[in-house]
C-alpha cells in the first residue's frame, strides 16, 4: 500500500531534549516537505526537499534541522525543543514538487 | 509571489444547505489549484484538482482566472462534510512549489 509513515504519532518531552521524527514514503517521490498545523494558522512548510541531498528552508525552519540522505526517508530534526514547537506536524511526498502531496498520519508534539 | 487567501475561518451550514468555500490566489503563471479536505483525527487526503474537472462526494470547483478563483462548492450539504478545507496552488516552474491557504473548517449541523 503506497503510504507515508511518521513515527511516533504522538510525543511529550521536555525543553532542550534533542528528538527526531521519522518520515518514511515507499512511492519513489522526489518531492518530500515538512508542515506543522496550528489553530487559525493553517499549514506552515518548515522544510523541504526536492531530492537526495537536496533541502531547502520553509516558511518556518527556525528550531529544525531535517536530512535527506535517501529518497524514502525525510526525518525532522529538533535540536533544542522549546514549548513553542509544540504543534501537529505532517510529513507529505509527491513525485514532483508542484503535484498533489500525499501525507502521513501526523505528530502531536507536546513540549514542556 | 504565490499566494493563497481562504478568508473564511469557520462556515457553518445545516444540512441540506448550499455550500461555498472560498479561495481566491495570486500568481503570475498558469496556476494548478487543488482541494484537500482533512477529517477530524485524520490526516490530509486530495479532494479535487482543477485539471481533472471532476466531482467528488459532490463537490465541485471552477478555476476562474478572470476573478483569480477557486471556490469550492456543494449544492447540499451532509453531516460527513464537516471538516477542514484547505485550498493549495502550485505552478510549473522549477522553483514553484505546492502552498497552502489557511483553510476554513466547514461545520454542517442537522
Known amino acids: ?112 | 509571489a504565490q499566494r493563497v487567501t481562504q478568508p473564511e475561518k469557520l462556515l457553518s451550514v445545516f444540512k441540506g444547505a448550499p455550500v461555498e468555500l472560498k479561495c481566491n490566489y495570486s500568481y503570475s503563471g498558469s496556476p494548478e489549484l487543488f482541494w484537500y479536505v482533512q477529517y477530524s483525527r485524520q490526516r490530509l487526503q486530495l479532494l479535487l484538482r482543477h485539471i481533472s474537472r471532476e466531482s467528488i462526494k459532490g463537490f465541485t470547483a471552477d478555476l476562474n482566472k478572470g476573478e483569480t478563483s477557486f471556490h469550492l462548492k456543494k449544492p447540499f450539504a451532509q453531516e460527513e462534510d464537516s471538516a477542514m478545507y484547505y485550498c493549495a496552488l502550485s505552478g510549473r516552474g522549477s522553483t514553484d512549489k505546492l502552498i497552502f491557504g489557511t483553510g476554513t473548517r466547514l461545520q454542517v449541523f442537522p
Not at chain 1, 82 to 111: E, K, M, V, W
Open chain 1, 1 to 112: 500500500e503506497a503510504q507515508v509513515t511518521q513515527n511516533p504519532r504522538y510525543l511529550i518531552t521536555v525543553t532542550g531534549k534533542k528528538l527526531t521524527v521519522t518520515c518514511s514514503q515507499n512511492m519513489n517521490h522526489e518531492y518530500m516537505s515538512w508542515y506543522r498545523q496550528d489553530p487559525g494558522l493553517g499549514l506552515r512548510q518548515i522544510y523541504y526537499s526536492m531530492n537526495v541531498e537536496v533541502t531547502d528552508k520553509g516558511d518556518v525552519p527556525e528550531g529544525y534541522k531535517v536530512s535527506r540522505k535517501e529518497k524514502r526517508n525525510f526525518p525532522l530534526i529538533l535540536e533544542s525543543p522549546s514549548p513553542n514547537q509544540t504543534s501537529l506536524y505532517f510529513c507529505a511526498s509527491s513525485l514532483r514538487q508542484y503535484q498533489p502531496q500525499h501525507f502521513g498520519d501526523g505528530t502531536r508534539l507536546s513540549i514542556l
